[in-house]
């Protein structure tokens, strides 16, 4: 129920399509969350929170948060969003949960909403940004420009709110010099976090018709990943933290034929991890024919990202290097993101 993220724990509750203006063309969120919009009141949340609290590892001293994604938070009917938040803010004030955190439209800032939202506890508010290129935004059906994202994180940063944004590579319209530029317009935005959730084809979605008529290809995976790590390296450079790569794993997300194309992985996060820590030691490998075994030396915590998924990066660095690996071996005396070969 509860999901380890940031060095705290976050409780979610999914509020599918619940807010939204339309539905845009790459969402279908019952599926994504395997939640039914129709179950969100407050007997729905308690029993979400108390599930919660009662779990093992549960550790209210660790600063646990709320978190109601799937939705459009601040356009929800004034009067649920009160009630909503009226019942984790009892949670709050027996000191089992530290905040709230809600995901939002950049085009739905009302300033009273807000003010409420921070009465209740709501500390950080993402935003579903997507794109910073309005032609893509207009392509997708967001219904919201580049415009409203800036002026958004403006009125954020004013009510002293934490602001996270949510951006999706491999939309129509997009390529990989566009989500750059997108990378660029979001870094100059300075938020506190980002996520990076490559579009996919799912079922019934507007973006399957499109697909189905041949006027969309999805990214591959090798791109999406390719493309997610150059933006992560310069968010992170940047002091942007990247809080989540990819879709997470849900029930209905994950039965067969929901997902019918693109770039998905159940360790898409990891992958494009493991792609930046390999492209990052690539100095180190141009040993081709010179050895025909190495042992390789890293850091004991990127042992997982030198093996890569499934020992992929093992793979790849010998047939780099044209040796063949004969041992990994932690050293703690590594700087991160350094190897030493021998």
């Known amino acids: ?30 599926k ?16 979400i929170l108390d599930t919660a609290i009662h779990a093992k590892g549960f550790d209210p001293d660790r600063g646990p ?14 009067d649920l969003m009160v009630l909503l938040l009226e019942t984790v803010w009892s949670y ?26 921070k009465d209740y506890g709501v500390k950080t508010v993402e935003l579903g940004v997507q794109s910073m290129d309005d032609h893509v935004l207009d392509l997708s059906r967001r219904g919201h420009t580049s415009a409203d994202t800036v002026n958004a994180v403006h009125i954020l940063r ?35 976090m980002v996520r990076l959730y490559p579009a996919l084809v799912i ?43 990819g879709l997470m794993s ?9 997902i019918v194309d693109g770039p998905w992985h159940p360790a898409f996060g990891f992958l494009v991890r493991s792609f930046i820590y390999h492209r990052g030691i690539e100095k180190h490998l141009h040993l081709s024919g ?3 075994g190495i042992k390789i030396f890293a850091r004991p915590e990127e042992m997982s990202l030198l093996r890569g998924y499934k020992n992929y990066g093992i793979g790849k660095i010998e047939a780099m290097t044209g040796a063949k690996i004969t041992g990994l071996v932690p050293d703690e005396s590594l700087a991160s993101g350094s190897i030493r070969i021998e």
């Open 290 to 292: 010179k050895k025909a």
């Open 250 to 258: 849900s029930p209905s997300l994950l039965e067969e034929g929901q």
């Open 32 to 47: 994504i969350t395997s939640e039914k919009s129709t179950e969100v009141n407050p007997d729905h949340v308690k029993e």
């Open 65 to 78: 948060e709320v978190a109601f994604y799937g939705g459009t938070f601040t356009n929800l009917p004034f």
């Open 92 to 117: 709050i004030q027996q000191g089992l949960f530290a905040s709230i955190r809600v995901s939002t439209r950049p085009d739905a800032m009302d300033k009273d909403t807000l003010l409420t939202m």
């Open 1 to 30: 129920m509860s999901a380890k993220q940031s060095g705290h724990f976050i409780v979610p509750v999914f509020i599918p399509n619940k807010g939204c203006p339309h539905r845009c063309l790459f969402c279908e969120q019952e």
């Open 158 to 192: 004013e009510l002293n709110f934490n602001v996270g944004i949510q951006l999706m590579p491999g939309l129509p319209g997009d390529s990989a010099d566009t989500f750059r530029i997108t990378t660029k317009k979001v870094i100059a935005l300075a938020p506190d």
């Open 203 to 245: 079922k019934g979605t507007g973006l399957l018709r499109l697909y189905k008529e041949g006027l969309y290809t999805p990214l591959t995976l090798e791109k999406a990943i390719e493309i997610c790590a150059e933006s992560c390296m310069s968010l992170e450079a940047a002091g942007i933290p990247v809080i989540r790569m």
